[in-house]
């Protein structure tokens, strides 16, 4: 069974720093592209980082460009998400996703998520 | 940026009923990028369709994408008891976003 379980997540200080983990199973981790996204409270998804499978290339929202640094470690199935200078407005449930295929860009669809981790900035 | 328009806001039918959902892009997006998610309350997303109109392994039938350029749309042939949901669109241009979403709700 695929499975992605995400964990590090927890209460910080505005300006603080925080690494969430996404420990996944079940599948080729390093053949699949693969994504961070977050959910504000009561809002909408919203898209932070992803990387490819092989972990060379990275892409970032602009609104996380410069603090945040998604990595991936593929012998222990393992993607990373290392937050910096966090503010209010990055409390959020920060899902991790992989793509729909194999190979794929990650723009192409997340196929499985996992079930979250809670981020909290508040002073 | 590429934004994403979702409508209506709120949907309310019954279960049998059809309900079609829309996803408007202000500019012209790759189809191949298109995707439709399903979230219920505190639960993680689930995808629908990939590629506009690809279905993923274990997704019913009953749901069904299509659209080009502007315009996308989620169609639920008939509504399962299950299907009550928010549902978002996502397309890639030079970004990743999401649209707002919409609600399914029980009429």
């Known amino acids: 069974e695929v499975q992605l379980l995400e964990s590090g997540g927890g209460l910080v200080q505005p300006g603080g720093s925080l690494r969430v983990s996404c420990v996944a199973s079940?599948?080729?981790?390093?053949?699949?592209?693969m994504t961070w996204v977050r959910q504000a409270p009561g809002k909408g998804l919203e898209w932070v980082s992803s990387i490819s499978g092989s972990g060379r290339s990275t892409y970032y929202a602009d609104s996380v460009k410069g603090r945040f640094t998604i990595s991936r470690d593929n012998s222990k199935k393992t993607l990373y998400l290392q937050m910096n200078g966090l503010t209010a407005a990055d409390t959020a449930v920060f899902y991790c996703?992989?793509?729909?295929?194999?190979?794929?860009?990650?723009?192409?669809?997340?196929?499985?998520w996992g079930q979250g981790t809670t981020v909290t900035v508040s002073s | 940026e590429i934004v994403l328009t979702q409508s209506p806001g709120t949907l309310s039918l019954s279960p049998g009923e059809r309900a079609t959902l829309s996803c408007r892009a202000s500019?012209?997006?790759?189809?191949?990028?298109v995707a439709w998610y399903q979230q219920k309350p505190g639960q993680a997303p689930r995808l629908l369709i990939f590629s506009t109109s690809s279905r993923p392994t274990g997704i019913p039938d009953r749901f069904t994408g299509s659209g080009s350029g502007t315009d996308f749309t989620l169609t639920i042939s008939s509504l399962e008891p299950e299907d009550f949901a928010v549902y978002y669109c996502q397309q890639f241009g030079t970004s990743l976003t999401f649209g707002p979403g919409t609600k399914v709700d029980i009429k």
């Open positions: 079940g599948f080729t981790f390093s053949s699949y592209a």
């Open positions: 996703a992989k793509t729909v295929v194999p190979t794929a860009m990650y723009y192409y669809g997340m196929g499985v």
């Open positions: 500019q012209n997006v790759n189809s191949n990028y």
